[in-house]
Nanobody, 126 residues
Framework: QAQLVESGGGLVQAGDSLRLSCAAS????????MGWFRQAPGEEREFVAA????????YYASAVEGRSTTSRDNGKNTVYLQMNNLKPEDTAIYYC???????????????????WGQGIQVTVSS
């Protein structure tokens, strides 16, 4: 049974950094691309970042590009999202997800993900 568990969220101040982790189990992690999405209150879920299983290519939403880095450790079945210079508009529930696809445009769409974590709250105060 596939499972994704996020950790590392919390309350931070604007300008701070945060690293989210997502531990995977129940599927062959190294053959799945991993994505990060977020959903703010009253908003639709939106793409944040993704890392391909195929060649480790990374993709970012324009809202976080330059401030965020996603990486993976296949030995630990874990994907990370490092976020720097956080802004109040980054406040949301963050979800990690797994996809057996690997092309960038595909990984930006939530419908192409097979497994999802339960989400973790990130709150950025001004």
């Amino acid at each position: 049974q596939a499972q994704l568990v996020e950790s590392g969220g919390g309350l931070v101040q604007a300008g701070d950094s945060l690293r989210l982790s997502c531990a995977a189990s129940g599927f062959t992690f190294s053959t799945y691309s991993m994505g990060w999405f977020r959903q703010a209150p009253g908003e639709e879920r939106e793409f944040v970042a993704a890392i391909s299983w195929h060649d480790g290519s990374t993709y970012y939403a324009s809202a976080v590009e330059g401030r965020s880095t996603t990486s993976r450790d296949n030995g630990k079945n874990t994907v990370y999202l490092q976020m720097n210079n956080l802004k109040p508009e980054d406040t949301a529930i963050y979800y990690c997800a797994a996809s057996n696809r690997f092309l960038g445009p595909v990984l930006r769409k939530s419908t192409n993900y097979k497994y999802w974590g339960q989400g973790i709250q990130v709150t950025v105060s001004s």
